[in-house]
């Protein structure tokens, strides 16, 4: 989602917060891992031992495509005896005894997948808080443990955590039961975590396909539309959810998220309606939540508050409730409960989900700039560089704003300076487009042509090259681009720079341009080192440029 940077008001949608929280809950998806070793488990499974656990495996897939999920669990959880050395057995047991509400016996096969897979597997490292977190255990410690795992996954400058070895040890299981719905549905929250999304989507619809009797996998593919802003499939999943389990508050929920996000206001209400009044504090939270949006989104205030007031009393430790109410009031243009209640939020949501931080973050330092109050913004800023360090460049752009309001213009234009530097990603689009607001693009390139005289390092020349070729394309100056990226290459001759050199050859006209696109692309794929939404997208482009209609695309060297 999008924010304003450089207007007087935040826009920041507590609705997308909410949709990303159910997304990382509700799922098989995050968590600690609480085990006391990190290292496997050195065990001797004799070979009787797993000829009989991979047959509970078959038989328990064949109970759940059935629709008997009970007898289903209970042949995983055999298998997962009969293999305790082994990570995928592990997990496998826990979706199934989840899914029925064997919780605890799910937890411990969790934490043990995570012990096995040593500290190295994404999914299995965050398995264990989708059941914490839906039993309402947010200490600090789970939420500590939490931080660090996601930490140890995240990777610079790449949306998504890292679940390559997630993904790896998934798709080698598959060729073991190809038919086997818990290992599609883990594959997909693998893809998901990563927000490689079309290829989640298809792995839910492989776990739908294989047991069209399960609920699940129609839960976690309509919450991955969702996040997609994908609203109307979102809904037609859920409610094929529910056709399969009516009183599921979890697709119940997740349904009214989606007709709220897609206007259907008055519908999502109605939804939310149906579980307000649930046992689990939880669930009735989110409905009271959900609520008090619909309230706000009705430009009934009042009403709107006391609804998240009331979702703040059933869930205390949530920090849902307490983003939605920073919205409200912020749209209320009353600032300081918008920011105490966006402060709040962060308090709560230390440890908790990877992503609502840096946005909570973000909604309280715009806060703070809207009521005139830099100070603040800066201070706010400042723990936010500490706590969220990914987002560099926008905490930058934003004190920026700050140092502005109090008349820092020395200041103000060096913070702009600063988070291009710290700019990871291939075009810093929106820290270019704060500078070109300023006026200062011209001086800037003037600058870094005299720094490259004055550089010594090859990384150093690296980096004036690549800010140069991203100011030669926001000024629309092709030629100069590709200049600059093919100096690039031939410094870092890495996959990302020839990748960035396919691209701005694809920004110039003709068959040349086309055919050097071409072959930049593919050695970006030979020189390997690019992410693999990077080399999805290289191999189409190559395709795509293809002359012959019969030609087939390039492939990634195995």
Known sequence: MRHAETTGECRVAAADLLVLMSVLLTLSNPAPSLGATRQPLPLVISPGAQVSARQAIS?????????????????????AQRMPSDPLYQMTAGVALASVGRTSEALAAFRRADALAGGGDALAALLVQGVLSENSDDSPDVQALYARTVQRFTRPGVRGLDTSASVARLVQARSQFPTSPILALLLGDSFQLAEQWSEADRAYRQAISLAPKWVKPWINLGLSQLVQGRSGEAIAAFQAALALDPGNSEAQIAKADAQLQSGMVEDAVASYRKVEGSKNNRIASQAATGIGQAYAVRGQVSDAVKALN?????????????????????????????????????????????????????????????????????????????????????????????????????????????????????????????????????????????????????????????????????????????????????????????????????????????AAARAAYQKALNTRGLTAAMASQANQRISALTPSTKARPALSPR
């Open 310 to 514: 009331r979702a703040q009393q059933l869930a205390p430790a949530d920090p849902a409730p307490a983003a939605a109410l920073g919205e409200v009031q912020l749209q209320a243009r009353n600032y300081p409960a918008a920011a105490a209640a966006y402060d709040d939020a962060l308090r709560l949501s230390r440890g908790r989900l990877f992503v609502s931080r840096a946005i909570l973050y973000r909604a309280l330092a715009e806060t703070q700039l809207s009521a005139q109050n830099g100070e603040g913004a800066i201070e706010t800023l400042q723990r936010a560089l500490l706590d969220e360090p990914a987002g560099k460049p926008l905490w930058l752009r934003l004190w920026a704003q700050a140092l502005y309001l109090r008349g820092d213009t020395n200041g103000g234009e060096a913070k702009l300076k600063q988070a291009l530097a710290s700019e990871s990603g291939r075009y810093p689009q929106d820290t270019l487009n704060a500078l070109d607001a300023r006026g200062l693009i011209p001086s800037l390139i003037r600058d870094l042509e005299a720094q490259q005289t004055a550089a010594t390092s090859d990384s150093a020349r690296g980096e004036l090259l690549r800010t140069l070729a991203s100011l030669a394309r926001f000024q629309r100056r092709a030629a100069d681009e590709v200049t600059f990226r093919e100096a690039l290459t031939k410094l870092q001759p890495t996959g990302p720079n020839w990748f960035a050199l396919g691209e701005s050859y694809e920004r110039r006209a003709g068959d040349e341009a086309r």
């Open 59 to 79: 038989e328990g897939d064949r109970l759940l495509q059935a629709g008997d999920g009970k007898a289903a669990a209970r042949r995983y959880a055999w298998a």
